[in-house]
């Protein structure tokens, strides 16, 4: 019995007029590893994926799915946790993976012009014998690469004092739908015209596509030394981090972990936690030696009188890495605890902490699911790991309503909807609580003005007025929508 062939996809053909054969993933089979990012509840499986291996072909492939009106999903190393990088059904996932290159250091102007497909991690160990460094340190430095960073506006626990992605990045190139290669930013300390450059970041690939980025880097700090604070009610070290802060310091880390986070973290990696206590608090501090040692008593005395019932400060740069090791592995600690866990992003005020945390006790109780809290306590950016297992009936479910209600809480108490993964295909209806139509309205309005066709990332971040109405969210005057014309995206 003879069988048909399957027809060719006509966008395939044309990919392969710009890509070799080797760029091109198109078998349902090979394109499983890109049906999601790290939020991997959500999945979709996309018409074709393409690794271009230069700027040139990224430019060819933008022309051919502005012509042909293919929405396309650029990726990274896919960890973003808010599902960015998931896949349109009818359209492409532009990996940058392969572009991978470190393309210059420039030791005397303290910067690395580096491919979007270079690890963070990477940059700094470049770097490293010249005694600089690349600030921004997300939890899955080691994977992540610059371009979503740029995408998200990664932090890390090291945020508090060095900033996030938008405060060390000189300049971005990026391609544009028109397949474009655009300049944005300066390698002087400002450039003239409106500031482009942190409008990119954070926009989550729904302005153009990352290609090559020029970061700023840092000198090793002479001193660096953690505290490690132990608390038996975790109010109290809530309370005791405003104070820290309050008082003039300014840690270069300041993390919080409650105590389920302590022990599947002490379990996983042995950092030498006190499994006992309610929480504890990460304090580092860094500079010159004598900056140091004075920084150290003051925060010390600080948090004793926070009611910290044990602090403990690293003897030797050893016990400082293996302090900040159980922090940063907090995530695949999960692993071990619970089949599945959703990671919540939201920030909230200092002074409201202590607050917040015991509302979401309760919350965990209300839904019957275990929770634990990481977060960089410095500045209110809260992880909460929803714990729960997608093979029971109606579990994930509810860790969604769970997750949607911290959301709520955290703009409830004058915070947002996320501090550092972006908003993705996990927030997009929270956007909907966070603002009102003619912020949401501002935001389609810039990115039709990038993006006419609404082509680039569909459906992700920033919801119609329509979505919105239909989420019963925003209150709308008299059954009419403002500006119509944006409904479309």
Avoid at 80 to 106: C, E, F, T, Y
Avoid at 300 to 316: F, P
């Amino acid at each position: 019995m003879s069988r048909t062939k399957p027809a060719i996809d006509p966008l395939i053909t044309l990919l392969r007029s710009v890509l070799p054969e080797s760029c091109i993933v198109a078998d349902p089979v090979s394109m499983k590893p890109y049906e999601c990012d790290g939020l991997s509840a959500y999945r979709q499986t996309p018409r074709v994926v393409v690794l271009p291996e230069s700027v040139e072909q990224v430019q060819a492939v933008m022309k051919i799915c502005r012509n042909t009106g293919t929405p396309v999903v650029p990726r990274g190393a896919g960890t973003s946790l808010s599902g960015g990088a998931m896949p349109h059904k009818n359209g492409v996932v532009l990996s940058l993976a392969r572009l991978n290159r470190i393309m210059q250091i420039d030791e005397h102007n303290r910067s690395a012009r580096v491919q979007a497909g270079v690890r963070n991690l990477q940059i700094s160990e470049a770097v490293q014998h010249l005694g600089l460094y690349y600030a921004p340190d997300p939890s899955s430095q080691i994977a992540c690469t610059i371009g979503g960073n740029v995408a998200e506006n990664a932090g890390g626990v090291h945020c508090l004092k060095y900033g996030l992605t938008v405060h060390n990045i000189l300049q971005v190139k990026m391609v544009n739908l028109d397949g474009e290669l655009i300049s944005i930013g300066s390698t002087a300390l400002d450039s003239p015209g409106y500031d482009l450059l942190a409008l990119l970041m954070g926009s989550e690939g729904m302005l153009g596509i990352v290609v090559e980025v020029l970061v700023r880097l840092l000198p090793r700090p002479k001193v660096a030394r953690v505290l490690m604070a132990a608390f038996d009610d975790i109010e109290r070290a809530g309370s005791a981090v405003a104070s820290v802060i309050a008082a003039g310091v300014i840690p270069g880390g300041f993390e919080m972990m409650d105590k389920a986070a302590i022990q599947a973290s002490e379990d996983f990696s042995g950092a030498g936690y006190p499994t006992d206590a309610a929480a504890i608090l990460l304090c580092e501090l860094d500079g010159t030696e004598e900056d140091v040692n004075a920084q150290v008593e003051k925060v010390e005395k600080l948090l004793a009188s926070s009611g910290a019932v044990d602090i403990r400060l690293a003897s030797d740069e050893s016990q400082r890495i293996r302090f900040w090791s159980g922090r940063k592995n907090a995530f695949p600690a999960m692993g071990r605890i619970s089949p599945d866990y959703y990671c919540m992003d939201g920030t909230i005020p200092r002074k409201e902490l202590g607050n917040v945390l015991t509302r979401i006790s309760g919350l965990s109780k209300k839904y019957d699911l275990r929770v634990a809290n990481v977060f960089h306590a410095g500045d209110g950016n809260l992880h909460p790991l929803i714990l729960y297992d997608a093979n029971q009936p109606d579990e994930f479910r509810r860790a969604e309503e769970f997750g949607a209600e911290i959301l709520d809480l955290c703009v409830a108490v004058g915070g947002t909807i996320t501090g550092e993964h972006g908003v993705g295909v996990e927030k997009i209806d929270r956007m909907c609580v966070q603002f009102d139509s003619a912020s949401l309205s501002q935001f389609l309005a810039v990115r039709k003005a990038f993006d006419p066709d609404g082509l680039l990332n569909p459906d992700k971040a920033v919801p119609t007025l329509a979505r919105c109405a239909e989420f019963n969210a925003m209150h709308v005057h008299h059954g009419q929508l403002p500006h119509p014309e944006l409904e479309r995206f």
